[in-house]
């Protein structure tokens, strides 16, 4: 029989997304809250990116969804009732199997006994004996508004984050405090208990396409789209560093810090301007303009059979920063299209050499890359050893290149 007669269906799906919780044990505790109805799809996701989840329930959150559907989920049996298996304490216990405790959604209810030493509910005796015991602890809460805002509610989330509790913030919609999306709980996750070989680092970061203005309402810019860079970003956050991306987009996730810029003059002072608060390392992703050109304070008027730009050359970032920070480690972008694959590693190794880099991210966009959610790429070292070629998601890039990073950072 193969593996796949022996497991739960579930566990089919394990790692498809990627390793970063392999190897984990979360248990997920599900309160009375509406938002209970996404759980199945938060375990998933969480077992997607290679953690076991276990499942514990309140009697109230039976009453939004059956655990039935909540085994399901997780492919493990889920506790509704504490025996004398102890499960607390097998999983949070001061030997405990579980790597975290993730109570999503939580009730104001919850929130409350939890600070103040109530146990009266399997998810509520897991927390005491993970508050006991240092297991890693997270809480995401779901409730309406008013509820959130109570001075005795906005206590208790206060006294846990003392203790050590951490949080995704709810967003605020129709007058609900609404549940974090998937995706932002899971990079949470991720960031509490998976690989931090980040941890202490500095990293600034990058990302997209500039725009230079023509006028108060034209600008010239490129086709990036800046989800490399976004992927970047998420992946050095999700491994311990300390963050910052320079771009056009708008990412409002806590915990990464953005500098928001529009031309390649802006991008630049801004990343000379990060970088002398001091960083590990630059990884310059951004589609740079090459030119700029002088904007006219007022709307070029339409209806001309011809319209002449005279363009000049911007400054170059790679330049500025390596005259400026001779030691620092740096990552560069090249971007060509219809080369072969010995022209885009030539070009590439150009670019290594003229400004001193360590890893030149190297592809050919008549292939994929802008705008998809995938790319093929070589990266190279300033070691001549053969280009890693990678051929994948953005976020799979991204997790090679920083691999490539904490080799020549430690």
């Given at each position: ?43 998933r996701e969480l077992i997607r990116n290679g953690a076991e989840v276990y499942a514990v329930t309140t009697d109230a959150s039976k009453w ?341 990073l904490v080799e020549k950072l430690s």
């Amino acid at each position: 029989m193969n593996n796949y007669g022996r497991t739960h269906p579930t566990k089919w799906i394990q790692n498809q997304k990627s390793s970063s919780l392999d190897g984990k044990t979360i248990v997920l505790g599900v309160t009375g809250s509406i938002a209970a109805v996404r759980v199945v799809e938060l375990a998933r996701e969480l077992i997607r990116n290679g953690a076991e989840v276990y499942a514990v329930t309140t009697d109230a959150s039976k009453w939004i969804i059956n655990p039935c559907a909540l085994h399901y989920a997780t492919g493990n049996d889920v506790i509704t009732e504490l025996t004398g298996v102890l499960e607390h304490v097998k999983f949070c216990g001061f030997k405990g199997c579980a790597d975290l405790l993730l109570i999503a959604p939580a009730t104001a209810n919850t929130i409350s006994k939890i600070a103040n030493g109530i146990d009266d509910t399997p998810v509520t005796t897991f927390a005491t004996t993970a508050l006991g015991s240092d297991i890693p602890f997270m809480v995401v809460p779901a409730m309406h508004e008013s509820m959130y805002n109570h001075p005795g509610v906005v206590e208790n989330i206060d006294k846990l984050k003392l203790w050590g509790v951490s949080f995704v913030d709810p967003y605020f919609k129709e007058g609900v405090a609404k549940i974090a999306s998937n995706d932002m709980i899971v990079l949470n996750v991720e960031h509490a208990i998976g690989n931090n070989d980040f941890a202490g680092k500095k990293v600034l970061i990058t990302g997209g396409a500039t725009a230079e203005p023509i006028d108060p309402i034209r600008f010239l810019t490129n086709r990036s789209s800046g989800k490399t860079g976004v992927e970047l970003a998420l992946e050095a956050y999700r491994r311990g560093s300390e963050v910052t991306i320079v771009h056009r987009n708008q990412l409002n996730i806590p915990g990464i810090n953005e500098v928001y810029v529009e031309s390649a003059d802006q991008m630049i002072d801004a990343v000379l301007n990060e970088l002398g608060k001091g960083y590990d390392a630059l990884i310059s992703s951004a589609a740079i303009s090459d030119y700029t050109i002088d904007e006219s304070p007022h709307k070029i008027k339409s209806g001309k059979d011809e319209l002449s730009l005279v363009l000049k050359p911007t400054r170059k970032l790679l330049y500025e920063v390596r005259n400026s920070y001779p030691e620092l480690v740096i990552a560069g972008f090249k971007a060509e299209n219809g080369v072969t694959v010995d022209e885009l590693i030539l070009r590439a190794k150009n670019l290594q050499q003229k400004y001193g880099l360590d890893f030149v991210v190297a592809n050919d966009v008549d292939k994929k890359g802008m705008g998809d959610k995938t790319n093929e790429v070589y990266i190279m070292n300033s070691y001549n050893t053969n280009p890693l070629h990678v051929n994948g998601s953005k976020r799979l890039i991204a997790s090679k290149l920083l691999d490539k990073l904490v080799e020549k950072l430690s």
